[in-house]
């Protein structure tokens, strides 16, 4: 089965730091580009990163630019999101996502992980 | 960055209705290759979003033929036939002509 299972979401202070990961299965996962999708609580969807397959090429919102880190290991099958200097707004539910076509046919979504950023 | 602005932003539709959602992009969605980039997605109550429509028109696998998607451009439709109960939750266009990607706001459609 074709899956995509987040972990590790969490209560964070501002300023605080999280690493996210994303295992993927039942598909050949160094093919393809891979996506962070967040959305805040009740609101609507947004990108905030995107990496090639091989890892080289890295693409970010202008939101999470030089505060967030994507990555990936193909040999663990795992896509990570490196968060640091967190802020309020950062509270949301992150969504991994391939890319089927390298040009946003996102056809396998997580179910997410909730990111809260609070004092 | 290309905005993406959905109207209604809400839909109350009875089954076996039709219904239609409109997509605009701040620009034009086609690219040199010639393909319009012009995605549709669906998120259920308590779902990740899930895939309906690519390139304005092509329905992913396992979508029901009562969703079609049309439109070229700058302007775009995501059109059901014939509403069922099981289609209720909030449509999203979403535009990768370039980055960043951006999603409309959304459209939550319910069934009266």
């Known amino acids: 089965e074709v899956q995509l299972l987040e972990s590790g979401g969490g209560l964070v202070q501002p300023g605080g730091s999280l690493r996210l990961s994303c295992a993927a299965s039942?598909?050949?996962?160094?093919?393809?580009?891979m996506n962070w999708v967040r959305q805040a609580p009740g609101k609507g969807l947004a990108w905030d990163s995107a990496?090639?397959?091989?890892?080289?090429?890295?693409y970010y919102a202008d939101s999470v630019k030089g505060r967030f880190t994507i990555s990936r290991d193909n040999s663990k099958n795992t896509l990570y999101l490196q968060m640091n200097s967190l802020r309020f707004e950062d509270t949301a539910v992150y969504y991994c996502?391939?890319?089927?076509?390298?040009?946003?046919?996102?056809?396998?979504w997580g179910q997410g992980t909730m990111v809260t950023v609070s004092s | 960055d290309t905005v993406m602005t959905q109207t209604p932003l809400s839909l109350s539709v009875t089954p076996g209705q039709p219904a239609s959602i409109s997509c605009k992009s701040s620009q034009s969605l086609l690219d040199r290759d010639g393909k319009t980039y012009l995605y549709w997605y669906l998120q259920k109550p308590g779902q990740p979003p899930k895939p309906l429509i690519y390139?304005?028109?092509n329905r992913f696998s396992g979508v029901p033929d009562r969703f079609s998607g049309s439109g070229s451009g700058t302007d775009f439709t995501l059109k059901i036939s014939r509403v069922e109960a099981e289609d209720v939750g909030v449509y999203y266009c979403m535009q990768s002509i370039q980055l960043p990607r951006t999603f409309g706001q959304g459209t939550k459609v319910e069934i009266k």
């Open positions: 390139e304005v028109s």
């Open positions: 039942g598909f050949t996962f160094s093919n393809y580009v």
């Open positions: 990496i090639s397959p091989g890892g080289a090429n890295t």
């Open positions: 996502a391939k890319d089927r076509s390298g040009r946003g046919a996102f056809d396998i």
